[in-house]
Each structure stands twice: as C-alpha cells, then as structure tokens.
C-alpha cells in the first residue's frame, strides 16, 4: 500500500471536506439516484451492521442507518478526519442514534474484527484509494458469511461531462492536474467493468455484478455548476487558487459558457455515468 499517496489523500480530502458540508445538500440530490440504487442493492434489514467505507459527509449511509432501527448499527467511515466530523454533524442534525462516525482507512481496517458487519457500501470511494485491491480484501474479511458489498464508481470520462467539462477547460490552458486519472487514486482507475470483476474475484467474492448507472448531475445556474467544481472538485480548487486573477476569470467565463449547452426547462443537466457493482 502506498502510504505517501495515501496520506496526500486524505490531506487533500479534509481540506476539502468544509466546502463538501455546506454543498452536502446539492451533491446528495445530484447522487440520490445512486445512493439509492446503493440501499436498495445492499437490502439493509433492521437490527444489522453496516459499514460504509470513504463516507464523506455520509448521507448515503445516512438511509441505511434509517432502515437498521435502534438495534442496527451503521459504521459511517472515512480517511478524512473531517469528514468524519461532517458526517458526525450530520447524523445529529438527523437523530440517528445509530450511526458511528469512525477515522478509519479502507485499506486496513484494523479495528474491525472478521466477519463483523452485514454489508459494505461506498458512494465514488474506492476509485480514489490507492490500493483498491487491499480494501476489497478488508471488504471480503469484515463481512460475515452471505454479506453483500454495493459500491459506485465513475465511468468513463467522455460520459461524465459533469466533472470533466472544467478539467478540461484548465487542461486546454495548461493547467494538468499531477496524476494519471486511470492510476492508483485517479478518479477513473475503475472505470473498467473488468477491472472491478478481477479485483472481487481475487478478493474472493461472489456473484459479482457489475452495471452502468447513465443519467444526469443537475445544477440550477452555470454559476452553480462553477462554485461547486471549484470547492469541491478534487484537485481543481488546489489548481484555481494560485492562478492569477484575470487568468482566473477567463476560465470562469469559459466553463460557464460551456454549461449553457445543457440547458433544460428547469436548469441544467450534465452527463453522468457511473459504474454500479454488487457482490456476495
């Protein structure tokens, strides 16, 4: 495991994890159709624990927890420290008494003993750990016999205008993100069907489904679209901050112009396609 890699992670993470709390409204409506797809998938039954791996502000795992009653448990995890301390808000904003907010690494889950939970769920996470392997490998040890473990990931770039619209505007003014985006934490390093299937197999899960979720991330202006990407876009709000104000607005100015062309009735819809896989 790449521990360097990992620790730039959660830097990067927690220093955005701020921005993620005050957006956490419009990225879990833009994501309810997968983080739905995720509990119906995963079928938590009260009096189960779950656990959720890579959480963020943990509103996906904040349905499941909705569904255990107060004798289930859902383990709300993440990297970040404050991450975990938005998800820890978030679950008390919500009375859910049965939600442990817990720094913790998917790729070693050293506090959690074998076959612990009933099932494993992660919104856009495992794409971002460096050694996807080794967490699907926690995934499979922490599970007890006949658990199920639902995830999603992004898929392939051209599908997923909604994040690379204003990547590649930066790119176009040389302004590349350090990285490969198909490497180890690149934001599509399981983008392939495939890949997600050799990685469970060698894990040792079973019955391993792997899908396409294609639809749209909503935004209500251009505006929107650009406070969003440049807070809590990974690494773009690192890349804007040391560009030079008139360089600064003429990005602004060019992505916004290129959301225009997905205007709706209602706002604005870019594409969005997300890789859905469940395993036993």
Do not use: K
Request: charged content about 20%; some cysteine.
């Amino acid at each position: 495991m790449d521990e360097d890699l990992t620790d730039e992670i959660r830097a990067t993470w927690d220093g955005l994890a701020p921005a993620w709390e005050s957006h956490r409204t419009q990225v879990f409506e833009g994501f309810r159709p997968v983080s739905e797809w995720l509990v119906e998938r995963l079928s938590p039954r009260p009096g189960q624990t779950i656990l959720e791996v890579a959480a963020g502000p943990g509103d996906t795992g904040f349905l499941i927890a909705e569904r255990l009653g107060d004798g289930g448990c859902l383990i709300s995890t993440d990297v970040a420290p404050g991450m975990v301390d938005a998800a820890r808000r978030g679950a008390a904003e919500r009375g859910l008494g049965n939600v442990e907010c817990r720094v913790m690494d998917a790729q070693a889950l050293v506090e959690l003993d074998d076959s612990s939970v009933d099932g494993v769920v992660s919104r856009l996470g495992f794409m971002l750990m460096p050694d996807p392997a080794a967490a699907f490998a926690e995934a499979r040890r922490v599970l007890r016999d006949g658990g199920r473990l639902a995830y999603a990931v992004i898929g392939s770039p051209v599908a997923n205008q909604w994040m690379g619209l204003m990547m590649m505007t930066l790119v176009q003014r040389g302004h590349a993100p350090g990285g490969d985006p198909f490497g180890p934490g690149g934001p599509f390093s399981l983008s392939d069907h495939d890949r997600n299937s050799e990685l469970l197999a060698e894990a040792g899960f079973d019955d391993v489904e792997v899908t396409e979720l294609a639809g749209t991330m909503p935004f209500e202006s251009p505006e929107a679209y650009w406070d969003l990407q440049s807070q809590c876009g990974g690494p773009i709000p690192a890349m804007i901050s040391s560009l030079p104000a008139d360089e600064l607005a003429e990005i602004r100015a060019t992505v916004q112009a290129a959301v225009e062309q997905y205007g709706t009735s209602d706002g604005y819809a870019l594409p969005a396609s997300l890789v859905t896989v469940v395993a036993h």
